[in-house]
């Protein structure tokens, strides 16, 4: 009856570190930094007549830019693979090294440059990221080359 009681608590213990509460299976696009698991809030993201869903990132620039909806912008054209707007006043950051940047990845770069990524690239530049386009398919095409108007708002 021991051997019995042992082997019973003894695969308890197990069960309860298995399902530990720590064990965070949430996928992270980008890199590993806790503050960007992807929350529940969707946002759209318009360009022309092209709309994309996006999908913020739950962090304090991120909470910080969602009460600036809806926001219609001028963005500026920068190296053929971003649009960026200088905000007025600063966002929450934790900026972290860039690393591998994807097409629809939203981030902040600084304090107040909102910076809309359409085609991908490796960096070593910093930025705090706010979200990313669910399906960038088509997002190069719609910002195309220049400067253009984009609006954010909740989806």
């Known amino acids: 009856m021991k051997i019995a009681t042992a082997i ?3 695969f308890t213990c197990i069960s309860l570190f298995a399902c ?17 698991n992807p929350s529940t809030t969707k946002m759209k993201i318009t360009v022309g007549t092209a709309v994309f869903t996006a999908t913020l990132y739950d962090n304090p620039g991120a909470t910080a830019f ?24 600063p966002l929450p950051t934790n900026a972290s090294v860039g690393g591998d940047i994807k097409a629809g990845d939203l981030t ?5 440059t909102l ?17 990313y386009i669910d399906n960038p398919t088509g997002l190069a095409t719609a910002l195309g080359n220049g400067n253009l ?5 909740t989806d």
């Open 20 to 36: 530990s509460k720590d064990d965070d299976t949430t996928p992270i696009r980008n890199n590993g930094s806790t503050n960007n």
């Open 115 to 131: 910076v809309l990524f359409y085609k991908g690239f490796n960096t070593s530049y910093s930025y705090t990221k706010l979200g």
């Open 149 to 153: 108007i984009v609006k954010f708002e």
């Open 108 to 112: 902040l770069y600084g304090t107040n």
């Open 66 to 89: 969602k009460a600036l909806f809806p926001l219609t912008v001028n963005m500026t054209d920068l190296n053929n693979n971003e649009k960026y707007f200088d905000l007025p006043n």
């Open 8 to 10: 019973f608590m003894c």
